[in-house]
């Protein structure tokens, strides 16, 4: 069965400090994979996605994110964060059929 | 803005009560999403329709329904309201051609007292 995880609940990091959200999935074959942000008492942003191709993706907001098929993972990344981008994070599979699946998301602080 | 509007924003309501969500898709999309995002459930897919039609159904209640009219806009159906079913309640929509990403609306929060 389908399924997506993102292994860590809630991140902290210094505003300036890089950033990696961690994202694995079980699907059998090359999913789409994209990944969400949520502001709070806002709906899911799109941040970015990968279909096919290079599996270096870059996003709005400076966010970039890599597939690596060997691991069945697809992290989210960003060089140097703002205090702006502390908000809770989605990764989500989508697959043949319109079906799309959600991680449990990652909550991210960023202290000043 | 995502193109996909949920009204009303806000709702609050009694236990046993009936209430009816609204969602406009963003132009073009055929397909409409329902999610529940609670505190201790996270994001669960509720239903999906594709042009009128149920296309799936996740971990939605027997107390709720839904449907996607003629125009494309859905409702997302929920009585006999218990305090659990308090949460944030997403619709998304896409072309559903099985390519283009979720666009999501802002929610309507529902708090059952």
């Known amino acids: 069965a389908q399924s997506v995880t993102q292994p860590d609940i809630h991140i902290t990091v210094s505003e300036g400090a890089s950033l990696e959200l961690r994202c694995n999935y079980s699907?059998?074959?090359?999913?789409?994979l994209f990944w969400y942000v949520q502001s709070p008492g806002q709906g899911l942003q799109l941040l970015l996605k990968?279909?096919?191709?290079?599996?270096l993706v870059q996003g709005i907001k400076g966010f970039e994110a890599e597939f690596k098929r060997s691991q069945s993972s697809f992290n989210l990344r960003k060089p140097s964060v703002h205090w702006s981008d502390a908000a809770e994070y989605f990764c989500?599979?989508?697959?043949?059929?319109?079906?799309?699946?959600f991680g449990t998301g990652t909550s991210l602080t960023v202290i000043p | 803005d995502s193109g996909v509007t949920q009204t009303p924003k806000h709702l609050i309501t009694a236990t046993g009560q009936r209430v009816t969500l609204r969602c406009s898709p963003r132009s073009g999309d055929l397909s409409v999403y329902w999610y529940q995002q609670s505190l201790d459930q996270g994001l669960q897919f509720l239903i999906q329709y594709y042009n009128g039609e149920e296309r799936a159904k996740g971990n939605i209640l027997e107390r709720f329904s839904a449907q996607q009219f003629p125009d494309l806009h859905s409702e997302l159906n929920l009585s006999s309201l218990e305090l659990g079913d308090s949460a944030l309640y997403f619709c998304?929509?896409?072309?559903?051609?099985?390519?283009?990403?979720?666009?999501f609306g802002n929610g309507t929060r529902l708090t059952v007292t």
């Open positions: 990968y279909f096919s191709g290079d599996t």
């Open positions: 989500a599979v989508g697959v043949p059929g319109n079906q799309f699946y």
């Open positions: 699907y059998g074959a090359t999913p789409y």
């Open positions: 998304a929509s896409s072309p559903g051609d099985g390519l283009s990403p979720l666009h």
